[in-house]
């Protein structure tokens, strides 16, 4: 939307951008005395994420992300650097989320979570993580320690069977060692309340075609905007839609769909911006079902081609977004 286009929104629409633009100027103008009027605005947000690996060691049904379909790979250090970078004049987080697919699959989270500190000096820095693979991370607790007050490791249980639990068992004791050493460590069952973003027919994948009004109501991924590729997207689901593997078949007019969106680049006017962060539902909302449907998240343990989905997509369904790993 241009610096005007809002003159074409609906009325309420305008309302809450013109409240937006008036609050990110009065913000500016408290926190950067003397900064020239030109000069491009800080908007404080309540959270900004990014991806520091793609690919995950787990596979939950429905991740938000893909991480689960054999998705593979991740940014470099470098990359998540300049991408924070770019961001960080235009954004202030008031959580900075380090997520993925799995961060800790990046042997260089220890550097990312460093650099997203000096980036954000001002932001709590959150990591997320199913936690199987901190061990490889013997320098993060010595950074996280020293970011106390404003840095936590958010460490995702993903299952309440016995099998999981007893799997899980060597995370929770390093995540006491990591505790007694500084470390701000949160345990969370993220299983709880798992609910379905789409369903799995084979190795199709199947939107469920909600209508974007209520989808975005009951939807929970608007919390988490992205930047990715440099780019800030709306969240998880219309970011990563492109790494699926080939192997996952996307029919088309749901790529097409996806392909429409258009995400915002860093040099972007203030109003672009404003107008970006105000947007709430949009036609690419379609890809996601208008209403939550909980269900039992199988054991992520199991490798996705081991089991099938546990429901098939229906006409028309339920959802919300998944929480982050
Ligand atoms: S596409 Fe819309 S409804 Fe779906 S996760 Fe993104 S913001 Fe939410
Ligand atoms: S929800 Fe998290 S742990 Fe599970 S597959 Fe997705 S990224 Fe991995």
Redesign the pocket.
């Given at each position: 939307m241009s610096a005007l286009g809002w003159k074409n929104a609906p009325s309420a629409s305008r309302l809450r951008l013109q409240a937006f633009l008036i609050a990110a100027g009065s913000k500016i103008a408290g926190r950067v005395p003397g900064r020239a009027r030109t000069e491009p605005a800080v908007v404080e947000i309540p959270n900004l994420e990014i991806h520091a690996w793609h690919g995950c060691n787990l596979s939950c049904e429905s991740c938000?992300h893909y991480s689960s379909l054999g998705v593979r790979g991740g940014p470099t250090a470098e990359m998540c650097e300049s991408w924070m970078q770019l961001w960080a004049p235009r954004l202030r987080p008031r959580v900075f989320s380090i997520v993925g697919g799995e961060p800790t699959l990046n042997r260089h989270l220890a550097r990312i979570v460093q650099s997203a500190a000096s980036a954000w000096p001002h932001s709590e820095i959150r990591v997320v993580t199913n936690g199987f693979q901190l061990g490889r991370h013997p320098d993060l607790p010595l950074i996280m320690s020293k970011l106390r007050g404003r840095a936590f490791l958010e460490i995702s249980s993903h299952h309440s069977s016995e099998d999981f639990r007893a799997r899980f068992r060597p995370v929770r004791e390093l995540a006491e060692r990591w505790a007694e050493a500084g470390v701000d460590v949160r345990i969370t069952p993220s299983d709880e309340n798992w609910t379905r973003?789409y369903a799995m027919n084979g190795s199709q994948i199947e939107f469920l075609d909600?209508d974007?009004r209520a989808?975005?109501e009951?939807?929970i991924?608007?919390k988490c905007p992205q930047i990715y590729l440099g780019m800030l997207w709306?969240?998880?689901?219309?970011a990563y839609l492109d790494l699926l593997p080939a192997r996952i078949h996307v029919e088309p007019a749901w790529r097409t769909l996806a392909g429409s969106y258009r995400p915002l680049l860093a040099d972007c006017s203030d109003a672009d911006l404003a107008a970006f962060l105000c947007r709430e539902?949009?036609n690419?909302?379609r890809?996601?079902p208008s209403q939550l449907e909980r269900f039992e998240l199988p054991n992520p343990l199991v490798p996705t081609r081991r089991k099938s989905s546990s429901r098939r997509a229906p006409a028309k369904s339920a959802h919300s977004?998944q929480p982050d790993a």
């Open positions: 938000a973003r909600g974007p989808a975005w009951a939807c991924g608007k709306k969240c998880p689901p219309i539902e949009e690419v909302c890809l996601c977004c």
